[in-house]
């Protein structure tokens, strides 16, 4: 059984950084593909920042520059270090796996506000 679990979020001020966490197991975690997405009330879930099974990473427009996506396959885990945090990346944040097929976490809470 496949379990994805996020962690990490919390509340910070604009300006500050937080970072995510995300440990996979019950499937070969260092053959996966894996992304955060985020997701506001009301809204669709959009991605934020992915991450290939080869390191090759991608970022939308808004984490350019400020998320870095990173993962350690030998914790099975992937990070999402996000710096110079704005009051608009308010969000619960979810972890995607993908490999032959998609799973998602729970999510974690993320609070931008002063």
């Known amino acids: 059984q496949v379990r994805v679990v996020e962690s990490g979020g919390g509340l910070v001020q604009p300006g500050g950084s937080l970072r995510l966490s995300c440990t996979a197991s019950?499937?070969?975690?260092?053959?996966?593909?894996m992304g955060w997405f985020r997701q506001v009330p009301g809204n669709q879930r959009k991605v934020v920042a992915t991450i290939t099974s080869g390191n090759i990473t991608n970022y939308a427009n808004s984490a350019t520059g400020r998320f870095t996506i990173s993962r350690d396959n030998a914790k099975n885990t992937v990070y999402l270090q996000m710096n110079s945090l704005k009051l608009e990346d308010t969000a619960v944040y979810y972890c995607?796996?993908?490999?032959?097929?998609?799973?998602w976490g729970q999510g974690t809470q993320v609070t931008v506000s002063s």
């Open positions: 995607y796996m993908y490999t032959g097929g998609g799973y």
């Open positions: 019950g499937n070969d975690f260092s053959r996966s593909n």
